[in-house]
């Protein structure tokens, strides 16, 4: 049977939902598998809705959309209230426990993550939060390899943030590991 994985990461234009969607579906390639990504965002250059669907698959992908999605990454409350009626019974659910201070009941695996904090931290900026979420996501769902997710980084972003973007990402996986051991 082949599998597919249905990914969503939403949150507030300007946060870098699309481009982490991006990373995502180019490191699923690296890892020789099948992957569709799309986005959509609302007129505003920064505060309204902005998601990023990924479709994973072992086998071709025939229908691009995501029906009920397997993961929801919230990078902010908005994007939780919004989507979180898109997540399946017994999904995964991981918020920026600094953005989203009110996760409703439901019958979901939930990964609370400092990325926002974490990346003004230790970066000096906010901007890296999306791949932050990137890192937990990568070691909370094993779905890509670390080193995939790397080189897609790489070809990701322009060269002058790829060092930055690369350390975000280790905090993403470090921060993830302390949450699930």
């Known amino acids: ?45 920064r505060g ?49 426990e600094g953005l989203v201070k009110e996760v409703p009941k439901a019958d979901v695996k939930v990964l609370k993550a400092p990325a926002t904090k974490a990346s003004k931290e230790a970066l000096g900026s906010e901007l890296y939060a999306n791949v932050v979420m990137l890192g937990v996501l990568t070691r909370a769902t094993g779905l890509v390899s670390v080193e995939s997710v790397d080189e897609a980084i790489a070809k990701s972003v322009p060269a002058s943030m790829k060092e930055a973007n690369v350390k975000a990402f280790k905090i993403g996986l470090n921060l993830a590991q302390r949450m699930t051991t």
């Open 1 to 45: 049977m082949k599998r597919r994985v249905e990914i969503r990461i939403a949150g507030i234009g300007g946060q870098g939902a699309v481009l982490a969607g991006e990373i995502l579906g180019r490191a699923a390639v690296l890892n020789g598998k099948y992957a569709v990504q799309t986005a959509s965002y609302g007129a505003e250059a």
């Open 48 to 96: 309204g809705l902005a998601k990023s669907d990924v479709i994973i698959s072992d086998g071709k992908v025939d229908f691009p959309l995501v029906r009920k999605c397997d993961v929801l990454v919230a990078m902010a409350q908005q994007a939780l209230n919004a989507h979180l009626k898109d997540l399946r019974e017994g999904g995964l659910l991981i918020v920026d």
